[in-house]
């Protein structure tokens, strides 16, 4: 991971990673079926990847780092610029529009279409960006 | 289910108001109906059943449609427009266009008797996957105008879905007193010609922006 892209993310991790403990029960009210989910989170700048494991181990909520080469299976993996994903947690890009835009590519692992993945994580982001408000 | 087209091979001749109206005069009889907006690019129906900025839902693995209740007809409903923000341009390519036809209408819980499926004008992308998933078991009311450009248009919208073998139940002639009438009968006799039903409705401003089912008495008729 360069240098670059491990500063940008500085600036956000920790309270992602608070958010995803802190706030994942909310989630699941609304999407309970998340529970069966996992999900890689890839991020890209022009020299370097960093990747994501969302989903649930031992019936807890879990986050971590995966190797982006050949990350943990999880059953739909996004993949996005560091720059959108963090005009995303400002709020300054709709998560839906940047889909629509190309900015984001989703592929999906379990049958479900890469369309339902992204409505999903569409409500994840709105409540993420928002509690970084 | 049976899914019910409401199509066009021309754009802007009341696709749209058509749908909710026939959705909302089948809803009154007692009958289940979803509503799907399938025109993806340029979507109107959130704006008609004002079901805008929506949070989506999930049960199992399927997406929860919208419930809308329109003067005691509740309705399915189920398109783009509620999930993106308002004035961003939809710039899908055909693989994320057919992706989000299928999720629409193969990942959503719609529990109904009747699928309403509002469509995007003539034989595009959205359309040629639809009638590929739909195998054949779709009716549908081809939407007109009295002149000859649309004419022309559902012509070749007609033998698309033809081709698709679409059950085509009806020609609506909508906004009838709009235009000149110089061509009217020769263009609904040439519907008439191809062994097409034409149910005529007549010019309404207000039906752009008012329900009024009353008038899709006979277009219920056609389609059930």
Do not use: C
Not at chain 2, 168 to 175: E, G
Request: proline share 5%; glycine share 6%; net charge neutral.
């Amino acid at each position: 991971m360069s240098f670059n892209l491990r500063l940008k993310l500085l600036t956000i991790l920790p309270k992602l990673l608070n958010y995803g403990f802190m706030q994942f029960n909310d989630l699941l009210k609304e999407f309970p079926e998340a529970k069966t989910r996992s999900a890689v989170l890839i991020l890209y700048d022009q020299s370097s990847k960093i990747a994501f494991w969302i989903g649930f181990e031992n019936g807890k909520p879990t986050i971590k780092e995966t190797d982006p080469k050949n990350p943990q299976f999880a059953t739909n993996t996004i993949t996005m610029h560091v720059d959108t994903f963090i005009k995303v947690l400002k709020n300054e890009l709709d998560f839906r529009t940047a889909y629509l835009y190309d900015l984001i590519e989703i592929t999906s692992s379990d049958g479900l279409p890469p369309t339902y993945h992204m409505l999903i994580w569409s409500a994840f982001f709105d409540k993420l960006s928002n509690s970084l408000r | 289910m049976i899914p019910i087209l409401v199509t066009s091979g021309k754009g802007g001749v009341g696709k749209s108001p058509i749908s909710s109206n026939l959705a909302i005069a089948l809803a009154s009889r007692g009958i289940r109906v979803g509503l799907m907006d399938a025109d993806l690019m340029d979507p109107v129906q959130h704006l008609i059943f004002n079901a805008d900025k929506e949070t989506i839902r999930e049960y199992g693995k399927s997406l929860m449609p919208l419930s809308v209740n329109i003067g005691g007809s509740k309705i399915k409903f189920m398109g783009i427009g509620s999930f993106i923000p308002r004035g961003a341009g939809v710039a899908l390519n055909y693989e994320k266009t057919a992706d989000f036809i299928v999720t629409l209408l193969r990942f959503v819980r719609w529990d109904v008797d009747y699928l309403i499926i509002d469509t995007p004008p003539g034989s595009e992308d959205v359309n040629m996957k639809l009638l590929k998933e739909l195998e054949g078991n779709a009716r549908a009311i081809v939407v007109g105008e009295p002149h000859v450009f649309a004419l022309e248009d559902n012509l070749r919208m007609i033998d698309v879905l033809r081709l698709y073998d679409v059950d085509i139940r009806a020609i609506v002639l909508n906004k009838v007193g709009l235009f000149s009438q110089e061509f009217a009968q020769a263009i609904e006799e040439a519907y008439q010609k191809l062994g097409l039903k034409v149910i005529k409705l007549q010019w309404d401003p207000a039906l752009q922006t008012n329900f009024k089912p009353e008038l899709f008495k006979e277009v219920e008729e056609a389609v059930l």
